[in-house]
Nanobody
Framework: QVQLVESGGGLVQAGGSLRLSCAAS????????MAWFRQAPGKEREFVAA???????DYADSVKGRFTISRDIAQNTLYLQMNSLKPEDTAVYYC??????????????????WGQGTQVTVSS
């Protein structure tokens, strides 16, 4: 059983920064792609960023230039550095992982492993 545990969420003022972490544990696990998704109140869950085993990265247009995704493969840990936060970034952020090798990162159904989510609230 693979477990993903997010941490680092919280309340921050607009313009501030937060760093989310996602630790993977459980049976021997080699995820090709790890990603962050988010879900704001009343909205569908949406793609935020993804990083492959080879460190190829992709970002949603809404976070490009502000968010940086990274991973420590040896530690099976995923990070999301969020700078210049805006109130519209307020959401529950979910870590996801898959073993599928594909350059299409956006399909939520391709990710069988999910964390429980961490709340990020940005005040204006």
């Amino acid at each position: 059983q693979v477990q993903l545990v997010e941490s680092g969420g919280g309340l921050v003022q607009a313009g501030g920064s937060l760093r989310l972490s996602c630790a993977a544990s459980g049976r021997a696990f080699s995820a090709d792609t790890m990603a962050w998704f988010r879900q704001a109140p009343g909205k569908e869950r949406e793609f935020v960023a993804a990083i492959s085993w080879s460190h190829s990265r992709d970002y949603a247009d809404s976070v490009k230039g502000r968010f940086t995704i990274s991973r420590d493969i040896a530690q099976n840990t995923l990070y999301l550095q969020m700078n210049s936060l805006k109130p519209e970034d307020t959401a529950v952020y979910y870590c996801a992982a898959r073993t599928l090798v594909s350059s299409y990162y956006y399909g939520q159904n391709d990710y069988p492993y999910w964390g429980q989510g961490t709340q990020v609230t940005v005040s204006s």
